[in-house]
């Protein structure tokens, strides 16, 4: 039996022990045994009442017993209120720390609801979305940030943000993202991205301004060169450095080229119009300007007569680059397949060979501009290095995907996808 039990045990068998000897010399030891019963009953409701009224009133009195049961429970009730005192103070702390920091976030941060409304924001949420303390807090998100994009993006979450006017300045831009957690909760991050979104802006007006500049002098240089090439009076010796002039020239032009294509697929607003084009006739009129030379084998698989609805120039640059890039990269020995295949939620256009192929951790960079694993094989035949870009960028306008699968030296497969509203027919 533990230490506190054994005493009070003992101290009550005494206490009976003592009442009954009472009772033995005086007599009426039952009167005797029953009245020290009724003081130990007495003394046991007294220490009960005030253990209750200390848990009550939360104010600790000066235990009169140091030994026994009593004291142990009134020690052990103590050392558990200055626990909970000191975890309390703990949690003040960490609370006060946590608002602290997101205080000072420049992002601002709001914790939504599962039915989207705002339980908690911080001080960045004031002057970003113009939210406040007094009204705002149980408001549903979408009532204050009215966007339509966001209310789209609130009801299916990507882990992507997307970008919104501003709330407080419609000339602003903020990226909101939104982050689930726990039970359907969800943490909505907003940043103000208008300065970064701006110097995007000027660096591609940049690009687009000195790309246009610098056409018009290198047409004018090209034209000399050609002249000269052709001249009798030119010395033998300078027919050389004259032909290299000339195939330099000609990179430029087509870097120039591809740069204005990017530039004007990235400032064009939304998606791309919806013209019907002949897929059938476009492939065929690729397939005959690039199979004119020394090439791999080209065969073609049309298998679907459906044409496409969208802008003829970007669609014949997807075409194009993809089957240029195929037999860039594939010997004369191999084999380059083009498919243009439908089925029930769309149309896939496959450029797929037997070249040289891609090693997979550069699978996901080909796309970015003037990326190339080898460009001097890549100047040397011919490449920009913004061929996929300009693919990318014209089948995000089409609301297509590129997918790439590739192994080094066994080949590439690169399949466009295109969405089921973009096909059509020559009727339609
Ligand atoms: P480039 O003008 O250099 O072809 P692209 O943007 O079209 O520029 O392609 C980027 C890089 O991707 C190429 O330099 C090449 O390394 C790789 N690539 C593209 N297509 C293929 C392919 N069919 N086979 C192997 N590598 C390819």
């Excluded at 919104?164 to 602003?172: F, Q």
């Excluded at 476009?282 to 969208?310: H, N, P, Y």
């Excluded at 306008?397 to 059509?424: D, K, N, T, V």
Aim: hydrophobic content about 40%.
């Amino acid at each position: 039996m533990r230490e506190p039990w054994g005493s009070t045990l003992l101290r009550l068998l005494a206490w009976i022990g003592a009442a009954a000897l009472l009772g033995l010399w005086f007599g009426g030891l039952a009167w005797w045994l029953v009245g020290a019963l009724a003081i130990y009953l007495g003394y046991v409701l007294r220490q009960t009442y005030r253990i209750e009224r200390a848990l009550r009133s939360g104010s600790w009195p000066q235990w009169d017993v140091t030994t026994g049961l009593w004291a142990e429970m009134a020690g052990r009730l103590s050392a558990l209120r200055r626990k909970s005192r000191r975890r309390k103070k703990r949690y003040n702390q960490l609370l006060r720390e946590i608002r602290e920091s997101t205080g000072a976030l420049a992002d601002a941060g709001v914790l939504l609801n599962p039915e989207h409304e705002i339980v908690w924001f911080n001080r960045a949420a004031i002057d970003l979305l113009g939210l406040d303390r007094k009204t705002d807090l149980g408001q549903r998100i979408d009532n204050l940030l009215r966007a339509p994009e966001f209310a789209r993006y609130l009801c299916a979450p990507t882990p992507e943000p997307i970008s919104i006017p501003g709330v407080l300045r419609a000339t602003d831009r903020l990226s909101v993202q939104i982050i689930p957690y726990g039970r359907k909760q969800s943490l909505l991050i907003a940043r103000d991205v208008t300065r970064q979104q701006l110097l995007e802006r000027t660096r591609k007006d940049f690009v687009a301004n000195a790309s246009h500049e610098l056409r018009s002098p290198l047409t004018v240089i090209a034209g000399y060169l050609d002249t000269l090439q052709d001249a009798d009076e030119v010395p033998e010796q300078w027919r050389r450095p004259l032909a290299e002039m000339q195939r330099q020239t000609g990179r430029m032009t087509r870097i120039l080229e591809d740069l204005i294509e990017l530039s004007r697929m990235e400032s064009a607003i939304g998606e791309a119009d919806e013209s019907y084009v002949d897929v059938r006739g476009l492939l065929e009129r690729i397939v005959a300007t690039r199979t004119s030379g020394d090439c791999a084998a080209l065969q073609m698989d049309i298998s679907a007569d459906a044409g496409l609805l969208g802008s003829e120039a970007e669609i014949y640059s997807i075409f194009d680059n993809l089957i240029a890039n195929a037999l860039r990269f594939t010997p004369v020995d191999g084999t380059v397949r083009v498919a243009w295949r439908v089925d029930d939620t769309g149309a896939n256009f496959v450029v797929s060979d037997t070249g040289i192929g891609i090693a997979e951790e550069f699978i996901p960079r080909v796309t970015e501009r003037f990326f190339r694993l080898d460009p001097g094989r890549s100047r040397e035949s011919g490449g920009t290095g913004l061929g996929l870009a300009i693919v990318k960028h014209a089948l995000q306008r089409h609301g297509g995907e590129l997918a790439i699968s590739s192994r080094l030296g066994e080949g590439a497969e690169f399949i466009c996808r295109f969405p089921l509203q973009r096909l059509a027919h020559r009727s339609a």
